[in-house]
């Protein structure tokens, strides 16, 4: 991609264990790389990281979840590399009705089908106004508890909402993808007091200097082993790369800067 040539910068070697980037939106890799092929970004991933295993691209807006446009079952049925998670991006929250929900629930009959969402709280762009998003995402909590899938969380500048929603409507057993984790101590400590299943997943941001307060979340609250790397590309390129498209080869610099840490 044009202005992607610095990813060079750092390329891993093949002595490092194969890892698998937990959220991504392959479909969106398309429109910015301005291919029709995953076998071309198969190529930028695997020479930037050649250890890469897979990943889960999240389908979360109700047009690629459309039997007749959206790309999903292509990618899952054709692409040994590429799992998915169905729901609605909280952005998209004002989309949602009974028809969305019916084919988020016939997406997730693929066997490569893990979870629901991404789904939760967005207050920093409020693109659906507020209570609409409060209703879906408890709609869409309760609905990931019926069919038994675990739950991929988006939350921002959301977190006692967020918390309330998710102690409301699921047992505290349940398993949690809390995506791009940019809360703070108290944030990822009250998550971890109520679900024992509760992972936390880190993009790039976590690398920005913005992130301070994550980082001390980080390394403070968050074990180790409930830590999930993630690129969420092609968005959030880690510092230390340039470019303005990440993809999931990336977690690799997410994995470094958090080791270093």
Same mark, same amino acid.
């Given at each position: 991609?044009?202005?992607?040539?610095?990813?060079?910068?750092?390329?891993?070697?093949?002595?490092?264990?194969?890892?698998?980037?937990?959220?991504?939106?392959?479909?969106?890799?398309?429109?910015?790389?301005?291919?029709?092929?995953?076998?071309?970004?198969?190529?930028?991933?695997?020479?930037?990281?050649?250890?890469?295993?897979?990943?889960?691209?999240?389908?979360?807006?109700?047009?690629?979840?459309?039997?007749?446009?959206?790309?999903?079952?292509?990618?899952?049925?054709?692409?040994?590399?590429?799992?998915?998670?169905?729901?609605?991006?909280?952005?998209?929250?004002?989309?949602?009705?009974?028809?969305?929900?019916?084919?988020?629930?016939?997406?997730?009959?693929?066997?490569?089908?893990?979870?629901?969402?991404?789904?939760?709280?967005?207050?920093?762009?409020?693109?659906?106004?507020?209570?609409?998003?409060?209703?879906?995402?408890?709609?869409?909590?309760?609905?990931?508890?019926?069919?038994?899938?675990?739950?991929? #969380?988006?939350?921002?500048?959301? =977190?006692? %909402? &967020?918390?309330?929603?998710? @102690?409301?409507?699921? +047992?505290?057993?349940?398993?949690?993808?809390?995506?791009?984790?940019?809360?703070?101590?108290?944030?990822?400590?009250?998550?971890?007091?109520?679900?024992?299943?509760?992972?936390?997943?880190?993009?790039? #941001?976590?690398?920005?200097?913005? =992130?301070? %307060? &994550?980082?001390?979340?980080? @390394?403070?609250?968050? +074990?180790?082993?409930?830590?999930?790397?993630?690129?969420?590309?092609?968005?959030?390129?880690?510092?230390?790369?340039?470019?303005?498209?990440?993809?999931?080869?990336?977690?690799?610099?997410?994995?470094?800067?958090?080791?270093?840490?």
């Amino acid at each position: 991609g044009k202005g992607n040539k610095g990813n060079q910068v750092v390329s891993f070697g093949s002595d490092v264990p194969a890892f698998i980037d937990t959220h991504c939106h392959v479909e969106y890799l398309y429109d910015k790389y301005k291919t029709s092929s995953y076998n071309v970004i198969f190529s930028k991933i695997k020479g930037f990281a050649p250890s890469f295993e897979a990943c889960i691209s999240n389908f979360c807006d109700p047009a690629s979840l459309s039997p007749s446009f959206g790309i999903w079952k292509d990618l899952l049925d054709n692409e040994p590399s590429i799992y998915g998670c169905f729901g609605i991006h909280p952005h998209n929250a004002k989309h949602y009705n009974d028809s969305v929900e019916e084919r988020i629930c016939e997406c997730l009959k693929h066997e490569k089908a893990l979870a629901w969402g991404e789904c939760g709280l967005d207050y920093h762009y409020n693109h659906s106004p507020k209570d609409v998003q409060l209703q879906v995402f408890e709609r869409q909590c309760k609905k990931a508890v019926e069919l038994g899938k675990p739950l991929v #969380v988006h939350s921002r500048k959301a =977190a006692e %909402d &967020t918390l309330r929603i998710l @102690k409301e409507c699921l +047992p505290s057993e349940w398993k949690i993808h809390v995506h791009c984790f940019t809360d703070d101590a108290t944030a990822a400590q009250n998550i971890i007091d109520h679900f024992p299943n509760a992972f936390f997943g880190f993009t790039g #941001v976590v690398t920005f200097q913005s =992130a301070s %307060d &994550t980082c001390d979340a980080m @390394k403070r609250i968050i +074990p180790l082993n409930r830590i999930l790397l993630e690129t969420d590309a092609p968005y959030m390129v880690p510092e230390g790369l340039n470019g303005r498209i990440s993809h999931p080869g990336m977690c690799l610099q997410t994995a470094k800067f958090i080791a270093k840490e």
